[in-house]
């Protein structure tokens, strides 16, 4: 069974600089996806963030990047120029070919003004 | 676009009566999912649906839940009869197929407390 650790119940950072979210996961499965879901006090979840396993770069969607170590089965989010509105709950999620999406249990995020 | 419907919000019951949760995914969408989230924790897979059959109910509670899918489109999730363990936030996702890489888009979730 695949397994999603995020050790950072709580993150800080202040509004214009950069923060990391960690994540790591066990699997022995070689194809395979990962996903950062961001979770407002709204509630609904939104996609951030996607990697495939089998590419080597990593991902980037704007201020948003990930650090994808596979062979130290690591998945960090890095936010730059943090705002405001990038305060939520932030889940890393696994799925592998033919099985069900698994969250961590989520790290809270604080922007200081 | 529209997103992910859910309804209702909020409800609160007492235990061991019955309640039933609705979510209308995004129009197209072959795959809908349920999703249990208790306080603290990352979402939990119930029940994925593709179209109006089921892929997987391993982690379904058979005894007391119950979902459907009639018509590939709007699904139904009851819960009969409910517990206190039960109070968490259900959460109904649907994407465009049932691949690894698939998105999924999420409804705002349905805020259930059993007392």
């Known amino acids: ?113 | 676009e529209a997103g992910v419907a859910q309804s209702p919000r909020y409800k609160i019951i007492e235990k061991r009566q019955s309640v039933a949760f609705w979510c209308n995914p995004i129009s197209g969408h072959a795959t809908l999912y349920w999703y249990q989230q208790i306080l603290g924790q990352g979402p939990k897979l119930l029940i994925q649906f593709q179209n109006n059959g089921v892929v997987d109910d391993s982690q379904l509670p058979k005894d007391r839940f119950s979902a459907e899918r009639l018509k590939g489109v709007d699904s139904t999730l009851k819960i009969q009869p409910a517990k206190l363990e039960d109070s968490a936030v259900y959460l109904c996702a649907s994407s465009q197929g049932q691949g690894s890489g698939q998105t999924q888009y999420f409804g705002p979730g349905t805020r259930l407390l059993v007392l």
């Open chain 1, 1 to 113: 069974a695949q397994t999603v650790t995020q050790s950072q119940p709580e993150m800080s950072v202040q509004e214009a600089e950069t923060v990391t979210l960690s994540c790591t996961y066990d699997t022995s499965e070689s194809d395979y996806y990962l996903f950062w879901y961001k979770q407002p006090p709204s509630r609904q979840m939104i996609l951030v963030i996607r990697q495939e396993a089998y590419k080597q770069q990593n991902a980037t969607e704007n201020r948003f990047s990930v650090n994808f170590q596979k062979a130290a089965k690591s998945f960090s989010l890095k936010i730059s120029d943090s705002q405001l509105g990038d305060a939520a709950m932030y889940f890393c999620a696994f799925r592998a070919s033919g099985s069900r999406l698994t969250f961590g249990e989520g790290t809270q995020l604080t922007v200081n003004p």
